[in-house]
């Protein structure tokens, strides 16, 4: 079996280890003598998976009872709605650090909600070719949102904004989502899309504090009278099981969990994220035939894009890395160039044919 290193941004590589696991049960689950697909989503066996996915995801984090974990559908974008929806009450502001696509598309769907918005702090000065470090809350917030990791622009938060105790920090996180250890319990709501890292798609995970969630219940939450399936009320009552989870993309997510934990937590993912990192970004560093597009303190560990000095060549570089089995190289359609997505599951040894391959490149066009 020949498998090509990936370098696609999402729906991205997932660990040979767990596909092959996957696969060695799917016609027959555990001897369920079914496959996880075809289970009931009210089967004990499958509420067996769905536990320990999240208890694992809690333990990998190091948060305890004082958050529950969610696993929803429609996207990291579903969020951008929810997230406004059920915690900007009727005289707050919603509050965004704007670093670029994904962060504005979460902006505008708070507009869309009819939600007053505050941008907090945006990089848009500079290209978003960085994370702004200070920020001015409005009036009222009732909610500060930061985008952890910007897939597209390759920038990535390496410090948590310190917010007062009263204002609830929500992120998204879909592509860096457990690259890292984090202070987790610095967030009042964090939410990823599985498909970057943690798992195929189709799954959102939505991890809320236990605080927030006595906020909703109250009487007076502009949560309450929201339709049904977009209240978080509605999954946290029923465990993420108010309606047919993506009961198959939740299994391979407690799959690739538990590879995590086998690979030392996050703890031991960093170390192999930075190597990798330190790879790449060193290959750029000591060539001016290459050049990153984000300063140097704010890199991404997960989305590295970059620019070839004489663009030109951009097209070339992309059409033979793909002919040596290098995909996904092509930097997205909104800024060009070539990025190259590196996540948990990206192996050292991909990354270091990407670095062989550009050094290559670059004696044969210089
Ligand atoms: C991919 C991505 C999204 C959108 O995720 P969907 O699951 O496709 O809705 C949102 N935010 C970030 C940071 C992303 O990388």
Redesign the pocket.
């Known amino acids: 079996m020949e498998r090509k290193h990936n370098f696609y941004a999402?729906p991205a590589v997932l660990p040979v280890e767990v596909l092959e696991e996957v696969q060695k049960d799917l016609v027959n689950y555990q001897g369920c003598g079914v496959s996880v697909m075809e289970m009931s989503h009210r089967s004990k066996d499958f509420q067996a998976i769905i536990d320990d996915g999240m208890a694992t995801l809690k333990k990998l984090m190091g948060i305890g009872d004082n958050f529950e974990v969610l696993f929803l559908q429609g996207?990291?974008?579903t969020q951008f709605l929810m997230v406004p929806m059920n915690l900007c009450a009727d005289g707050k502001v919603a509050n965004y650090i704007d670093t670029g696509a994904?962060a504005t598309k979460a902006i505008k769907e708070a507009e869309k909600a009819g939600k007053k918005v505050h941008i907090a702090a945006t990089s848009k000065d500079k290209d978003f070719t960085y994370i702004p470090k200070e920020f001015k809350l409005s009036e009222n917030p009732a909610y500060l949102h930061i985008?952890t990791?910007?897939?597209i622009r390759g920038s990535e938060y390496h410090h948590i904004p310190e917010v007062p105790a009263d204002v609830p920090l929500i992120a998204?996180m879909?592509?860096n989502f457990l690259s890292k250890p984090m202070d987790f319990n610095k967030f009042s709501l964090i939410y990823a899309?599985a498909?970057?890292n943690i798992g195929p798609a189709g799954c959102?995970v939505v991890i809320i504090r236990k605080d927030l969630i006595e906020k909703l219940n109250t009487g007076t939450s502009c949560a309450a009278g929201l339709p049904t399936m977009l209240s978080y009320k509605t999954h946290l009552d029923k465990g993420s099981l108010f309606n047919t989870p993506p009961s198959f993309t939740i299994y391979v997510i407690s799959r690739v969990l538990a590879w995590i934990e086998r690979n030392g937590g996050l703890e031991g993912i960093k170390k192999i994220n930075e190597e990798k990192g330190a790879e790449l970004y060193g290959v750029f560093d000591s060539s001016d035939f290459y050049n990153g597009t984000v300063v140097k303190e704010d890199r991404s560990l997960m989305n590295v894009p970059f620019r070839l000095a004489n663009t030109d060549l951009e097209p070339k570089f992309i059409e033979e890395a793909t002919s040596k089995g290098m995909l996904g190289l092509k930097g997205h359609r909104s800024v060009g160039g070539v990025r190259a997505s590196i996540y948990n599951a990206c192996p050292l040894a991909s990354v270091k044919a990407l670095c062989d391959f550009m050094k290559e490149f670059e004696k044969n066009n210089k």
Request: no cysteine.
């Open positions: 999402g996207g990291a974008s994904w985008t990791n910007n897939t998204d879909s592509s899309g498909q970057k959102t």
